[in-house]
């Protein structure tokens, strides 16, 4: 949950803000922070616009937990510029500070384009003389650019061949139906027998064998570069004061015609808003942008619709071209502090709320958890009626989840919106748990892991005839397989979904029972279940690595997730093949993942923005 929580919202607010809605003002007491040179010469009503800090020193602070390649500068490259041109001595030497990665808006006053003919690499000359070595540089890798003019610019082009439309297979990006009744299918397929295949299930890891890249081969400067297959081209333009660099010149055309325009981006009320953040001063990497523009952007760019979940094609209103979604705008913010890296973005509504939000208490759950917990998520539906607009999508949309409205009706009879959802109006958590018992270990035994539920509500007899519905279900559909049992667990009594397995032992695979009068836990088998209730040996609110991981964040109302980066890794490491530990690429790769000690994120929903903090502890160096 983590993942769809955090990773896709700080992904959107790298970008958004609307130039065409009324602008919302600086909050008052906040100074802005003077607009990086390069904002003057973007324009103002620019889809989305990404910088990031070019300033060498600005990135020492990685040293505190990274052990930095040897000469490495920060940021370290230029986006569309080849990683075969040394930044650090081909680069650098030139460039001033922050470089912008802007999505330039549609042509013709349309954004229905792709992101490659809309995005554009903008960055600040500081010393011009070095430019022509620069060039220079490009020509030796790419090879003779082709030069033409643009309103008196010249343009340097390399040609990559076009991309070919891809075609979608039949369930190639989305998973087939589900079959009508699997749980018939479930019966059939003798499942105990058949489940340890699922073991053979290993993650995907570097190739153990090492290899060299390949070295570049400079060509002679009269040699034009040869249009290699799968290639993307390359756009230079440069203009006293900034090189800008695009897959295309459309991009750029689009730029240099705007430049110079006084409705600049720095002059922006919208963008000084985000200048505005306290946290700007010191931020590697600020993001802004226009939610609509974005929105419509990604629903023609696969790539971008990818990356940033933002709503499709169906969820825009062709005919006045704006999208359904409250929001007009986000940001983001990423920096280093001491113990880590902090993101901050915030999505802002075209109308502000009415009735703020409560307070609840603090990671109510955590006290019923293991100290062990490898993840958590928890938050009321809130949450998700939250991060719904911003994706614009509802929560049983999103990927991966889209057909539990169709499995539930079909399989179980029930209906998600009306049987379910309605009496689920508390707290609701998901969890991630290091066990040997259950419905995991029993799959395979090196799966030592239980994942399980607690939700709170304020309808207990909704929830208790539902759930006796699913279990009368079950039995009659999956008679012979699963039985259903009652258990005694202090005083309470707990159901358990049982199974004999290959060996001709009993064994629970899902259990659901009341730990509270109004909190219902659903865990994959009784002995998970038994682990947490009526409380765990040690809890998840007294661990310190939780208590440092939320410290530093806001206290959440909508929600917050947690992520025990070491604790999960440990367990992973256990699925690693010996000669993957032994490579030396295999350990570059677990050395950087072990300094991470955990994840974790918050979200705060205000009268005039949704917020969303992000904070990744990180190990220090040794």
Not at 449 to 455: F, H, P, V, Y
Request: glycine content about 8%; overall charge negative; aromatic content about 6%.
């Amino acid at each position: 949950m983590l993942k769809r929580v955090t990773l896709p919202v700080l992904s959107v607010l790298v970008l958004t803000t609307g130039s065409q809605l009324q602008a919302q003002p600086v909050p008052a007491g906040v100074a802005p922070t003077s607009p990086p040179a390069v904002t003057t010469v973007l324009p103002g009503d620019i889809s989305g616009v990404l910088l990031i800090d070019t300033r060498a020193n600005a990135w020492n602070g990685l040293n505190r937990f990274i052990d930095l390649p040897p000469g490495f500068s920060g940021p370290g490259f230029l986006p569309y510029i080849p990683a075969e041109v040394n930044f650090a001595r081909d680069i650098q030497p030139w460039l001033g500070d922050w470089a912008a990665i802007a999505v330039m808006p549609g042509a013709g006053g349309t954004v229905r384009a792709s992101l490659q003919e809309n995005a554009v690499m903008v960055a600040p000359i500081e010393d011009p003389n070095r430019i022509p070595n620069f060039v220079a540089q490009l020509s030796a890798i790419q090879g003779q650019p082709r030069e033409r003019q643009f309103q008196g610019v010249t343009l340097l082009e390399w040609p990559g061949p076009m991309a070919r439309e891809q075609r979608k297979a039949p369930g190639s990006l989305k998973s087939g139906p589900i079959a009508l009744n699997p749980l018939l299918a479930f019966k059939q397929s003798k499942w105990l027998k058949g489940l340890p295949g699922l073991a053979q299930t290993r993650p995907i890891l570097p190739d153990a064998t090492p290899t060299v890249p390949a070295q570049p081969v400079p060509r002679p400067p009269g040699v034009p570069a040869p249009e290699v297959p799968g290639t993307a081209g390359l756009a230079i333009a440069i203009v006293p004061g900034y090189v800008a660099a695009a897959q295309s010149s459309a991009p750029l055309e689009r730029w240099i015609a705007t430049k110079d325009k006084s409705n600049s981006l720095a002059t922006d009320p919208q963008f000084q808003r985000t200048l505005g953040h306290p946290e700007s001063g010191r931020s590697l990497v600020m993001g802004y942008g226009n939610f609509p523009q974005l929105a419509q952007l990604s629903s023609v760019s696969p790539l971008l619709n990818r990356l940033v979940p933002l709503p499709a094609s169906g969820d825009i209103n062709r005919a006045g071209g704006e999208v359904t979604t409250p929001y007009s705008a986000i940001d983001l913010m990423v920096w280093i502090e001491p113990q880590g890296i902090r993101a901050q973005s915030r999505g802002f509504g075209k109308t502000p709320e009415t009735e703020p939000r409560v307070s609840p208490t603090p990671n109510p759950m955590a006290a019923r958890l293991p100290a062990s917990t490898y993840f958590t998520c928890g938050g009321s539906l809130n949450l998700w009626q939250a991060i719904g607009p911003i994706l614009g999508q509802t929560f049983l949309t999103l990927p991966g989840l889209e057909q539990i409205p169709e499995f539930t009706q079909s399989t179980l009879g029930l209906d998600v919106t009306e049987d379910i959802l309605p009496w689920m109006d508390g707290e609701i958590t998901t969890f991630v748990f290091p066990t040997n018992r259950g419905f995991f270990p029993t799959v395979d035994e090196t799966m030592k892991l239980g994942m399980g539920s607690m939700i709170e509500t304020s309808d207990r007899q909704s929830a208790e005839r539902l759930l006796t519905q699913l279990d009368e279900r079950i039995a009659n559909q999956l008679s012979g397989a699963i039985t259903i049992t009652r258990h005694q667990i202090n005083e309470n009594s707990v159901t358990s979904w049982e199974v004999i397995n290959p060996n001709g032992r009993t064994e629970s695979v899902l259990a659901h029972g009341w730990i509270s009068e109004n909190t219902l836990m659903m865990t994959t088998g009784l002995g998970p279940f038994q682990e947490l209730y009526p409380q765990p040996a040690q809890s998840l609110a007294n661990a310190f690595n939780f208590q440092a991981a939320l410290e530093p964040l806001p206290q959440a109302n909508l929600g917050s997730c947690y992520l025990n980066m070491g604790s999960f890794l440990a367990w992973v490491n256990t699925f690693v093949p010996p000669e993957i530990n032994a490579s030396p690429e295999g350990q570059i790769v677990l050395n950087s993942l072990g300094k991470i000690r955990s994840i974790s994120g918050t979200g705060i929903s205000q009268n005039t923005h949704v917020q969303w903090d992000l904070f990744m502890l990180l190990s220090p160096r040794s």
